[in-house]
């Protein structure tokens, strides 16, 4: 019967445990959102209509400055801290949650993945958190958006200059983890395999 080589077994089991960890290629929406498993509906990515900027401040149902405090659901939802209200937002709470995708386990293709930062958002409510797209005209802030702020309104303190992901993101770190961890335990295979073969034959009883 034939049997495997060290080397070979080393090969085996890596390759087992990086399918098994993650370490292969991702299915989904191409970014570095859904994992494999998750479903992607057909919605239309080609967001055609977005409004410019300008049009989405003076025309959007919720329009306001916030700085993303926590990322969730694979950064599609976001914890904000409301900073300066435009428009549509007087009435928000000092912390919002504005989810820029579904449930975890499902996913569209046009989910909005947040990083820690200021953004200017432009959303819509939903039942108990304000609902964003990548087709909407949310955006890092930035020092030029300045112009667009309402007269009535007082510039937030502290203000951010763009918008960058600062937090761990341990999704993109867990393929490598899992493929050092597959390395380790082909290579204690390979030892062990090696020294039984070296062991005299009498060693066995």
């Known amino acids: 019967m034939h049997t495997l080589r060290p080397v070979g077994l080393a090969l085996t089991v890596t390759f087992v445990f990086a399918l098994a960890f993650g370490a292969g290629p991702r299915l989904g929406t ?8 998750i ?23 919720v329009v306001f400055v916030g700085t993303v405090l926590r990322v969730d659901n694979q950064r599609r939802w976001a914890t904000v801290r409301v900073e300066e209200r435009w428009r549509g937002a007087r009435d928000l709470a000092g912390t919002v949650e504005v989810r820029g995708g579904p449930e975890p386990g499902t996913a569209t293709s046009v989910d909005r993945l947040f990083g820690i930062g200021r953004y200017l958002f432009v959303v819509t409510r939903g039942p108990d958190y304000l609902s964003d797209n990548a087709c909407t005209a949310t955006t890092a802030w930035t020092a030029d958006l300045a112009r667009l702020r309402p007269i009535d309104v007082s510039p937030a303190p502290d203000v951010v200059a763009n918008a960058t992901v ?36 009498d060693w066995i009883r």
């Open 166 to 201: 600062t937090e761990l993101d341990l999704d993109a770190f867990m393929p490598l983890v899992a493929l050092a961890l597959a390395l380790i335990v082909a290579v204690i295979a390979y030892l062990v395999i090696l020294r039984a073969r070296r062991r005299p034959a």
């Open 39 to 61: 479903g992607v509906s057909q919605v239309s990515a080609d967001c055609a209509a977005l409004p410019s900027i300008d049009e989405a401040v003076l025309l959007g149902e």
């Open 30 to 37: 191409g970014g570095p959102g859904p994992g494999v498993g």
